[in-house]
């Protein structure tokens, strides 16, 4: 059964890579959850996307720039009219998370947890050795991908731990996808899903990789990807997903 992975949580209705939208995703029925990581310039892993906050809180500027404390003074729901009423409720809701936090949560939830490095624009240096660490010191290694654009990074964590299982992040349609990650200790090929066609999803499965899609949140393109029978299905509209998935099961 193809797994449905909430796209920086349920951020089709949600303040993106927050826990209210983790927990949102979970609660419509996604058993995996995406995220994305930026060292802090006390270099602690926080969840975000832009390596700048502008966009997604009342902050400005670089994440590399600021302290956890520091970030922690910052509404990560801006975006959100009814951010107050979740302030009220929690004052963790808005703020942003380290990946320690998220990690500690998913101990009393099950799924996947999808970490992005998105180290392909600044390097910061020491974010793949962080990162492994507290997945070791959490014991999630069953549970943890790591995906990347920058394909050194995922060779990095394979030395460093060669269980963590790792995921090639790629734009471009590329020859012979299952050749270059079998070649390069790659676990999993993480293509857009406008890519994907028979013939590179044999030559994934001819060498024992299995497809991630990137993002898609039509229900067509949903259902001509559940039809392929994927590994996951990335999606910012889990709940549509799982709809559709469970639709086409108790149809079959």
Known sequence: MTIISAHRGFSAKFPENTLIAFQKAIEVGADSIEIDVHLTKDNIPVICHDERINRTSDGEGYIKD?????????NFCISFSDYLEWAEKDDQYIRI?????????????????????????????????????????????KRVLISSFNHYSLQKVKQLDKNIK??????????????????????????????????????CYD??????????????????????????????????????????????
């Open 66 to 74: 600021f302290t956890v404390e520091e970030l922690k003074q910052f």
């Open 166 to 203: 790792v995921g090639a992040i790629e734009f471009s349609n590329i020859i012979n996808p299952g050749d270059y990650c079998h070649k390069n200790g790659i676990d999993y090929y993480h293509p857009n899903y406008e890519s994907i066609d028979e013939n590179n999803i044999q030559n």
């Open 97 to 141: 998370m380290t990946l320690e936090e998220l990690l500690i949560w998913s101990l009393n939830h099950n799924f996947i947890l999808n970490i992005e490095l998105k180290n392909n624009v600044l390097a910061y240096k020491g974010l793949e050795e962080t990162v492994v660490k507290l997945i070791n010191q959490y014991q999630l290694h």
């Open 207 to 252: 060498n024992n990789i299995q497809i991630v899609s990137g993002v898609v949140d039509s229900p067509e393109r949903i259902k001509d990807l559940l039809a392929l029978n994927l590994y996951i299905i990335t999606t910012n509209q889990p709940e549509l997903a799982y709809s559709i998935r469970e639709f086409n099961r108790t149809k079959d």
